[in-house]
């Protein structure tokens, strides 16, 4: 007995392509199918002839039809998708003109812009930990690069593969299950070279990560900002009008009175602040078991009051993570500490404010409704 046809195509309807997300017979990257008694032979289309996915692609077409009724053997056949099918599929996903599809009416993405007031408070540890929790529960997650001078996610993450270029839509790499753009891989001289540029090319970087690269359907999108209220903060409201500012802080009241002035900047670009996290907070002595205050106290409490009764909302101190040497290891290690330690007392507060953040639903301040009111 011959194998079904339509039994097939179904099956090849199961296989989603590892870095866009979708079916591959929506996508068009499904060829023709011969069948010849049970032997199933399926044409695949590579978007490019050196796609990093095409031994998982092979492997899941495989795996699908094989699955199928009197199906003996299958063979997978590679090609390339030519230059009209390529920009027909960035058209397909993206639509035929480059636009922020964040802002696009519907959208249910949930946007936050983790900033801090100065440098060294552990803003990208809990973006990249959050980012982290945030997929180990289901969500579909990405984190921009936004500290276009002092990039660190992509090291933070674990990803040294470059994104892909498909026509004109890019393709992030992702770490951990998160999609991952930064500006570390596109540099020609490496790593160490320093970029050096003023707020108009900053500004154009930051909209090309968020209108060129092919994101998804994502439930929450994080921003790692550079410390601070310059330009790409200021780009960040203009760009992204429903994002939201999560402010990070330590306990110590010099580092917290800047990261006030940080909150600050909200009320000025049209920003609602979602609240505060305290990182390096207390932690118990690996002898008597009492607290520790490294960094002193209170700072987490003195922004979240402070930015509440400036900024016209209440603005909640989300919690405080304990000071843990592990965050940084992980961090250098590219392994993010929630996933290795999740039961550490700093994992734990974690993953509850990424419970919260990534489960609160969308305010209506900034997004694009798709309505003109009537005038007459």
Known sequence: MSVNQEAVQAALATVIDPEIRRPI????????VAID??????????????????????????????????????????????????????????????????????SLTRIYAIAS??????????????????????LSVGIVDADIYGHSIPDMMGVTQAPLKVENMIMPPQGHGVRIMSMLPLKPKGRHEPVAMRGPMLHRYLESFLSEVWWGDLDVLLLDLPPGTGDIAISTAHLLPQS?????????????????????????????????????????CPHCGEPIDMFGTGGGKMVAETLSQNVGQEVPLLGRIPF????????DAGMPFVLSHPDAPASKAIIEMATKLGTRPRGLVGMNLGVTPNRD
């Open 37 to 106: 008694g049970g032997k199933v032979t399926v044409g695949v289309y590579l978007t490019i002839s050196a796609c990093p996915m095409q031994d998982t692609i092979v492997n899941s077409v495989k795996a699908a039809v094989s699955k199928v009724r009197d199906v003996v053997e299958v063979e997978v056949e590679l090609d390339v998708m030519s230059p009209e099918q390529r920009t027909a599929l960035r058209e397909k996903l993206q639509g035929p003109t480059k636009e922020i599809r964040f802002n696009l009416p519907g």
């Open 324 to 331: 843990d040497p592990g965050l940084r290891e992980g961090g």
């Open 25 to 32: 017979t929506e996508i068009g990257m499904v060829k023709d």
């Open 244 to 284: 939201e500012l999560i402010i990070v802080t330590t306990p110590q009241p010099a580092a917290a009175d800047v990261a006030i002035r940080a909150g600050m900047l909200a009320p000025q670009v049209n920003q609602r602040v979602s609240g505060v996290i305290e990182n390096m907070s207390a932690f118990a």
């Open 117 to 138: 007031g100065k440098g060294g408070v552990g803003k990208s540890s809990v973006t990249t930990n959050l980012a982290a929790a945030m997929a180990v529960q289901g």
